[in-house]
C-alpha cells in the first residue's frame, strides 16, 4: 500500500460568532475578550426559571447573509429546539440550536477548483467558558465558570465531506473567514474565539464512494494550526490502518505544543441530545420581502473581486487586497479619484496594510499624485499619511503646513553640493579616482543638509560638481 492509494475526505463544521451587539436571546452586550468573569449576564442568559428568551434580529440578519452569501436556500419554515446536555457551563441545562429545520440549507463555496457543498448555517447560542486553577501538586483543584459567553449568538456551518487535503481544508477556512468579514455576518477572528474550525477526517480507498470512519479534530486556533493538525492526522490514521489497526469514532484535541492529535472522548455510542422544539420561542417564518432585500445588498464577494482585479493587477496583489473589503474599497476609491492602479495597490499593501489604519479614497489619491508628481518623498508621504489618518487633514493641507516638498531647483541644489563636496575631500576624491561607492557618503551627507533634496535631481547635480 501506498500513500496514493488512499484518498483523504474531509467535511468541516465552523461556528463563527454573528456579528451583534448584544446575545441571542436576552439584552445582554457581548463582551470583549478578557473582561471580567460574569460581568456580561442577566436572568436570561443565565438561565433562571421563569425568565422568556426573546430572538435578536441583527443575529437572525447576520445568518441569513452569510447563508445567501454561500448560495444556500432560505426555507419558508426555520424553529428552534433545546439541546439538553448537563455541564457546567450550560447552567440552563440545555442549548437553544437548531435541529431539524434549520435556517439554511444546500448551499456552496468555491475555493480554487474545488466546489464545497454547505450542508445548513443555522443560528445557536454559545455556552460559558470553565476557567481551571490550583495546585496541581497538591491536587488542589479549582473550577470557576465565566458565563460572559454564554447566549453569544452563533452560526454554524456545516460543509459536506468535500474537502480533500489539509491544504484545501485550510483554503476552505480562509476563503469562509473572507466571505463572513465581506458582508458583515462575521467578524471571525480566530485568536478572539469568534471563529472555531473543527474538521472531521476519514480515509477510504481510492477509487471508493464509501465513508470510512472519522475523527473529530477540537482546540484549533489558527489556520495553520488546521493545516498542520489535519495533516498529523491523516499521517496517524493511514500508518493505523496499513499496520492493521481501525479507525476509533473520537473526537481528538490538537497539541500545538506537541504537535499531534490525541483523544479526547470517544464516540462509538451517538450522543443522545434529546432535542425537542423550544417551547418559549414560537417557529421563526423569515419574511421573503426581507431575504430579497439582503440578497440584493450583498457586496460583491472576494472571489469575484479578486478575479476582477486580478485584471488590472498581479494576482499576488490583487489577491491580497480583495481580501480584507476595506482595503479593496480603498484602492477602487483612490483610482476612481485617480491615483495610478499599481503604485497605488503597492502603497496598500505595504503601507496601509500593515498600520491596520485607514484614510480615505480620496485622501489616498491625493497622497499618490503628490509623491508621483516628485513633491514629497517616501519617507515624508509616510509621515504624510500617519498624520492624514491621525488628525484628518488631507495629505495637501500636511505638505503645505510642514513646508515639505522636495527642492528639485538645480541652482539650490548645486550651492549644497558644493558645501558637502568641500566637507568631504576624501570622499571626493575617492569618487574622482573611481571609487563609485564613495558617492553613498556624499548622498548621505547632502541629504542630512538637505532632507528636502529631491534624490535624483541631487545626485545629478553632485555629478555633474563632481565631473
Ligand atoms: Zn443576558
Not at 504537535?259 to 417551547?279: L, M
Not at 421563526?284 to 486580478?310: H, K, M, T
Not at 568641500?422 to 541629504?447: E, I, T, V, Y
Amino acid at each position: 500500500m501506498s500513500r496514493n492509494d488512499w484518498e483523504v475526505v474531509i467535511g468541516m463544521e465552523v461556528h463563527a460568532q454573528a456579528r451583534t451587539r448584544s446575545k441571542m436571546f436576552c439584552g445582554c452586550s457581548v463582551a470583549e475578550l478578557n473582561e471580567p468573569p460574569n460581568t456580561h449576564t442577566c436572568e436570561i442568559c443565565l438561565g433562571l426559571p421563569g425568565v422568556l428568551p426573546v430572538i435578536n434580529r441583527a443575529a437572525v440578519e447576520a445568518c441569513l447573509k452569510a447563508a445567501l452569501s454561500l448560495n444556500c436556500e432560505i426555507p419558508r419554515h426555520t424553529k428552534w429546539d433545546r439541546k439538553n446536555y448537563m455541564y457546567p457551563d450550560l447552567p440552563k441545562g440545555y442549548q437553544i440550536s437548531q435541529y431539524d429545520l434549520p435556517m439554511s440549507i444546500d448551499g456552496y463555496l468555491d475555493v480554487g477548483e474545488r466546489r464545497v457543498r454547505i450542508r445548513r448555517v443555522h443560528l445557536e447560542e454559545d455556552t460559558g467558558k470553565l476557567i481551571h486553577a490550583g495546585d496541581k501538586l497538591h491536587r488542589a483543584w479549582e473550577s470557576y465558570v465565566d458565563l460572559n459567553r454564554a447566549g453569544v449568538p452563533l452560526m454554524e456551518i456545516v460543509s459536506e465531506p468535500d474537502i480533500r487535503s489539509a491544504e484545501e481544508a485550510r483554503d476552505y477556512a480562509m476563503e469562509l473567514q473572507r466571505v463572513l468579514r465581506y458582508v458583515g455576518a462575521s467578524e471571525a477572528e480566530m485568536e478572539k474565539g469568534q471563529m472555531r474550525v473543527e474538521p472531521n477526517i476519514s480515509l477510504r480507498r481510492t477509487g471508493s464512494d464509501e465513508l470510512g470512519v472519522k475523527t473529530e479534530l477540537k482546540n484549533i486556533n489558527s489556520f495553520r494550526a488546521l493545516h498542520r493538525a489535519i495533516g498529523f492526522e491523516v499521517e496517524r490514521q493511514i500508518e493505523l490502518i496499513e499496520s492493521g489497526g481501525t479507525v476509533v469514532q473520537e473526537t481528538r484535541g490538537w497539541s500545538e505544543a506537541e504537535a499531534r492529535t490525541f483523544s479526547q472522548r470517544s464516540k462509538e455510542f451517538a450522543e443522545d441530545y434529546r432535542y425537542f422544539p423550544e417551547p418559549d420561542l414560537p417557529p421563526l417564518e423569515v419574511d421573503r420581502a426581507w431575504i430579497d432585500e439582503l440578497r440584493l445588498g450583498l457586496p460583491e464577494l472576494p472571489s469575484v473581486r479578486r478575479e476582477r482585479l486580478a485584471k488590472e493587477l498581479p494576482h499576488a496583489i490583487a489577491a491580497a487586497i480583495s481580501a480584507d473589503r476595506y482595503l479593496a474599497d480603498l484602492y477602487e476609491q483612490a483610482v476612481a479619484n485617480g491615483a495610478p492602479s499599481a503604485p497605488t495597490a503597492n502603497w496598500i499593501v505595504n503601507v496601509v496594510a500593515p498600520t491596520g489604519k485607514f484614510l480615505s479614497g480620496e485622501n489616498l489619491a491625493e497622497l499618490m499624485y503628490l509623491t508621483a508628481s516628485g513633491a514629497i518623498t517616501r519617507d515624508q508621504a509616510q509621515e504624510t499619511f500617519m498624520e492624514s489618518v491621525e488628525t484628518g487633514k488631507t495629505p495637501a493641507e500636511i505638505v503645505a503646513e510642514h513646508g515639505y516638498a522636495q527642492v528639485s531647483d538645480e541652482s539650490e541644489l548645486k550651492v549644497i553640493a558644493e558645501a558637502v563636496i568641500d566637507a568631504n575631500p576624501k570622499a571626493a576624491a575617492d569618487f574622482r579616482s573611481g571609487k563609485k561607492q564613495a558617492m553613498q557618503a556624499l548622498m548621505a551627507d547632502l541629504r542630512k543638509r538637505a532632507p528636502q533634496a529631491n534624490p535624483t535631481v541631487a545626485n545629478e547635480v553632485l555629478l555633474k560638481v563632481l565631473g
